[in-house]
């Protein structure tokens, strides 16, 4: 890390002036500006692509800015890899997650900073593993320290997360998409963290595409459009319908495509579906033409039973008939040679290959189809295929060539829909289609949804949003404890019977719906 002598000191916590920043040629940042006082909550929005993220990673250390200054508590400062702005106590929470898998909750919270015993470098596990109990504790996580990452929920590993961070004394802590994979109390847990570290002073910037958040948490908002900064001021200034203008350059009257809902025959049905512990005993069928959604509390087995139909994991028992014929599906591969596609909740872990180019994720499902000569890939038709879906899409990229990694969430998301699209399924899984996703770029998604639908595809779309599943679902599924729990027509779904569904037997009537 570099910081300035006295000639370059700002007044301010932490002020970022005129920062601009080109990947391959392509401006994704134009001399846009922050300022950001102690103890501060401020949002930072705008639609996917649109240089949130690029700006945060500018500050944490991750990328570096081609034009601009930092002033960090008075002092210019240039940090030049990541360990510097943790050093100087910047920390950021990643909307897609960076923990290790098979290293226990305590080695991940701890990493890099381990307690020794003295000046040998011998790790004191006893103390990492209590340190680390305290920790989740303080935080009302109910797991034990030395339990392996990989063997808790997404949801879980968002929380730890943020306990990292907290744990490494940061003045600043930048959170990207913090609830994105939380239930409603994981996010009130988060919102009380939140308070706390308000109480001491320590500033956040909160990156969320949930209006309902940004409104009961943040003090400031910051609006970037392509690269911008449209404007910034109080919280309290800002309507949802105002956020959403400058957001997107346009007033957004109507989200939702209006369905016209015209089902056709059988495509696919479940019948007595079950796996130990996961889920139980599942009937469900989607005709051509529809959309069905499956609601539910996080931990339902709504991903668990997508997997299971779509042959990542195997169910104990149970029936699948597509098109009126029972099928053994037992891998991903038999499910896409019976036409059916899978759009996955975790895009980095199961659906995304960040190292690939773009036209390598489009193309990775159907390359078959470009082949030639016993298996050599014609890379000038691979591209062209790449080149159309990009463009129906209207993914923004700087080429095909460009690494996944470096695309935003939203247009991350567009590429793995992309990928499937030019398999043409006859069945769409969806599960959490839009998480992380900004509202401009869902509604294209959801008329992207709706198009298919209007073509005859299936699709069945698992969302933890409830607007999301009125405004666009045919029929809806809610699941509760592995079961379901309630069927609704479009015409019969309200808010209120969903979340009296979706509730756990054994909790109180405030539902713990995802983003009520």
């Not at 002598?5 to 007044?11: F, K, L, M, T, Y």
């Not at 998480?435 to 639908?453: F, P, Q, T």
């Not at 599924?477 to 037997?505: F, S, W, Y």
Request: aromatic share 6%.
């Amino acid at each position: 890390m570099k910081m300035q002598d006295a000639e370059n000191r700002h007044e301010g916590f932490l002020s970022m002036k005129n920062i601009s920043k080109s990947f391959q040629g392509m401006p994704v940042l134009k001399n846009a500006s922050l300022s950001v006082e102690r103890g501060e909550v401020h949002a930072l929005m705008g639609e996917n692509g649109a240089g949130k993220s690029t700006l945060m990673k500018i500050l944490a250390g991750i990328h570096q800015r081609d034009e601009g200054q930092i002033f960090f508590k008075g002092s210019e400062v240039a940090f030049k890899a990541p360990y510097d702005a943790l050093s100087a106590g910047i920390s950021m929470i990643h909307q897609e997650l960076n923990s290790i898998p098979d290293m226990t909750i305590a080695e991940n919270i701890f990493i890099g900073r381990e307690p020794g015993y003295g000046p040998w470098g011998i790790i004191n596990r006893r103390r990492l593993n209590a340190d680390a109990q305290q920790l989740l504790d303080e935080a009302g996580i109910p797991r034990r320290a030395g339990t392996r990452m990989r063997d808790i929920s997404m949801a879980e590993r968002q929380m730890i997360e943020i306990v990292k961070a907290v744990s490494g004394r940061a003045e600043i802590i930048i959170m990207d998409e913090p609830s994105s994979s939380l239930s409603h109390k994981e996010v009130e847990r988060l919102f009380s963290m939140i308070s706390g570290l308000k109480a001491r002073r320590i500033a956040v910037i909160y990156i969320s595409h949930r209006m309902n958040e940004i409104f009961s948490v943040c003090d400031t908002i910051t609006v970037l459009r392509d690269g911008e900064v449209i404007v910034s001021g109080s919280a309290r200034s800002f309507s949802a319908d105002s956020l959403i203008t400058a957001m997107v350059g346009r007033s957004l009257t109507e989200i939702f495509p209006l369905r016209q809902y015209r089902p056709g025959e059988k495509a696919l049905e479940i019948k007595n579906f079950s796996k130990r512990g996961t889920f139980a005993n599942i009937d469900l069928t989607v005709h051509k033409g529809e959309i069905l959604g499956i609601a539910g509390l996080a931990g339902a087995g709504r991903t668990e039973l997508m997997e299971a139909i779509f042959g990542i994991d195997k169910p104990d028992r149970g029936e699948i008939m597509i098109r009126g014929r029972t099928v053994d599906i037992n891998s991903p591969s038999d499910a896409i040679s019976y036409g059916l596609a899978m759009v996955t909740e975790d895009r980095k872990g199961k659906g995304l290959y960040p190292d690939g180019s773009v036209y390598h994720n489009v193309t990775i499902s159907s390359l078959n189809d470009y082949c030639r000569w016993g298996g050599i890939i014609d890379h000038k038709k691979e591209k062209k295929a790449a080149d159309s879906m990009i463009r129906k899409l209207g993914i923004k990229v700087s080429g095909p060539g460009q690494r996944a990694a470096m695309l935003s969430g939203g247009n991350q998301q567009k590429l793995i829909l992309a990928r499937w699209l030019l398999t043409d399924p006859d069945i769409l899984l969806l599960d959490e289609p839009t998480r992380g996703i900004d509202v401009g770029a869902r509604a294209e998604i959801y008329k992207l949804i709706d198009m298919l639908a209007q073509k005859g595809k299936a699709i069945i779309m698992v969302s933890s949003e409830i607007p999301e599943i009125l405004g666009l679902c045919d029929r809806v599924l809610v699941m509760g404890n592995g079961h379901i729990t309630a069927k609704m027509d479009r015409n019969e779904c309200t808010q209120e019977k969903i979340m009296q569904a979706a509730m756990d037997p054994g909790q109180d009537k405030v539902s713990a719906f995802v983003n009520h």
